[in-house]
C-alpha cells in the first residue's frame, strides 16, 4: 500500500507530466482559459488515462508478452487510447454538450496527446503490475488536472491585471507556466 501511495503522489507532484515532463501541452496551454473547461478536460483525462494504463498493461501483459509481440506496443497502445477518446467523445456530445463544445478540438486531440501514451509506454518501461500501472496513470491524470486548473485559475484572474502590451496573450501565459513549473520542482525532494 506504501508503494502505491508513493506512486501517486510521485506521478501527480514530483514527475508532474506537464509540469516537468513537459508532456500533454497542448491541452495545457489551449483548454485552460476557463476553470469549467479545464476542469472538464482534467475529468475526460483521468478518465482516459486510467483506462488506457488499466487495458494496455492487460494488453502488453496477456498478448504481447505472451505471443512475443512487444515490438507492437505503441501502434496497439494508439489504437486502444483512440478507441477510449472516441468513446469519450460520444459519452460527452450525449450527456454534456456544453462541456462537448467548450472543449472543441481538444477533446479528439487526446488521442494525440502525448502523456497518454507516455504514461502507457512508462507503464510498461518501469515493469508497472496491472494495479500500479492504474495507480501510476490515475496520479498522471491528476496531477495534469491539477496543472491545468491551476493554470485556468491564473489566466481567470491574469484578465483583470494590467500586463504590459508585449507580455499580452501567449506570452504571460507561458511565463506563468514557467513559474508552476518552477513551484513544482519544490516537490522533487518529496519523494
Do not use: H
Request: charged share 10%; hydrophobic share 55%.
Amino acid at each position: 500500500m506504501k508503494e502505491l501511495l508513493l506512486i501517486a503522489i510521485g506521478s501527480a507532484l514530483v514527475n508532474n507530466v506537464v509540469l516537468s515532463q513537459f508532456l500533454g501541452l497542448c491541452p495545457f496551454l489551449g483548454v485552460s482559459k476557463k476553470i469549467e473547461t479545464a476542469g472538464g478536460m482534467g475529468a475526460a483525462v483521468i478518465f482516459v488515462i486510467t483506462i488506457a494504463s488499466f487495458l494496455t498493461s492487460l494488453i502488453n501483459k496477456f498478448v504481447l508478452v505472451t505471443t512475443n509481440t512487444e515490438y507492437l506496443q505503441t501502434i496497439v497502445f494508439i489504437l486502444v487510447i483512440a478507441c477510449l477518446v472516441q468513446f469519450v467523445e460520444m459519452f460527452l456530445k450525449k450527456s454534456m454538450p456544453s462541456l462537448y463544445e467548450a472543449l472543441g478540438v481538444y477533446l479528439p486531440l487526446i488521442t494525440t496527446n502525448c502523456a497518454v501514451l507516455g504514461v502507457a509506454l512508462t507503464n510498461v518501461q518501469s515493469s508497472y503490475s496491472i494495479l500500479e500501472s492504474v495507480v501510476n496513470g490515475l496520479g498522471i491524470s491528476v496531477g495534469f488536472t491539477i496543472a491545468i486548473v491551476v493554470l485556468a485559475g491564473i489566466r481567470e484572474q491574469m484578465e483583470y491585471n494590467d500586463v504590459p502590451e508585449s507580455f499580452k496573450g501567449m506570452p504571460i501565459v507561458l511565463l506563468a507556466a514557467c513559474l508552476m513549473s518552477i513551484a513544482f520542482f519544490g516537490f522533487s525532494g518529496l519523494i
